[in-house]
């Protein structure tokens, strides 16, 4: 089975139509599936809205956390998966979803497969561009990694392969810069593959606040890494 994750946060004009549109693509694709939507905070008609559907369809479920927080909802959906593969997808679907065609592909010959908008194209913002590419290159040069995507869409896990990673990580979107490098420290099997992204909407988050966030969390990331105690090499 496949668990489609999906965060969401004030998304009552969106989650209806995406909810339609990943199962009638899963469904084409003859897949085995379940979509998860876990609501951090929202205070628009998101929940409930949400809580409809469920009583409607046996393949959807939603969860709801009081505050705000990206990686206590992807912590809570991976919990509460009963697939094998967990897919993160963004609430808009800003990514093609041709990526779930990966995913059957590969099946579970992977640890994580990262979608990566640098590999494919993209039609975003250029500052929102620009400051991917500088993170991005930042993280390769102080990490030695060559991952080019950590935004929360287009992300598929092996859950058993980190589901011990869980606890430890970030309420934030550095969650999945952490679980890259977790599963990197482990010589586990990352596979990156180009994908479409249109992204034109507003970003969700403060800009400037979220470019700040990142590069802290890097810096705690790093001092954790050369702490051969800490959660990344004994998790």
Not at 41 to 62: M, Q
Not at 157 to 166: C, P, S, V
Request: net charge negative; charged share 25%; aromatic share 12%.
């Amino acid at each position: 089975m496949i668990s489609f994750l999906i965060p969401v946060y004030n998304e009552e004009t969106l989650l209806e139509n995406t909810v339609s549109t990943v199962s009638e693509y899963a469904e084409r694709c003859g897949l085995d599936y379940e979509i998860i939507v876990v609501d951090n905070g929202s205070t628009d008609a998101t929940l409930p809205i949400g809580e409809d559907l469920a009583a409607k369809h046996d393949f959807f479920r939603i969860f709801h956390l009081d505050e705000r927080s990206v990686g206590k909802a992807f912590v809570l959906g991976v919990e509460s998966a009963n697939g094998e593969i967990v897919i993160s997808l963004d609430a808009d679907l800003s990514s093609d979803l041709t990526f779930i065609d990966y995913v059957s592909e590969l099946d579970l010959h992977f640890d994580m497969l990262v979608g990566s908008k640098t590999m494919g194209n993209q039609r975003r913002t250029v500052t929102r561009i620009v400051g991917s590419f500088l993170y991005i290159f930042f993280t390769q040069v102080v990490f030695d990694m060559s991952i080019s995507d950590f935004s929360l869409g287009a992300k598929a896990y092996r859950r058993e392969a980190i589901l011990e990673a869980l606890p430890h990580l970030d309420d934030w979107t550095g969650y999945v810069f952490e679980l890259c490098l977790f599963l990197n420290l482990r010589a586990k099997r990352v596979i990156q593959v180009g994908i479409n992204c249109e992204d034109t909407r507003k970003s969700r988050f403060n800009l400037l606040h979220e470019g700040l966030y990142r590069y802290a969390h890097l810096y705690r990331c790093w001092r954790r890494v050369r702490d051969k105690q800490s959660w990344f090499h004994t998790a």
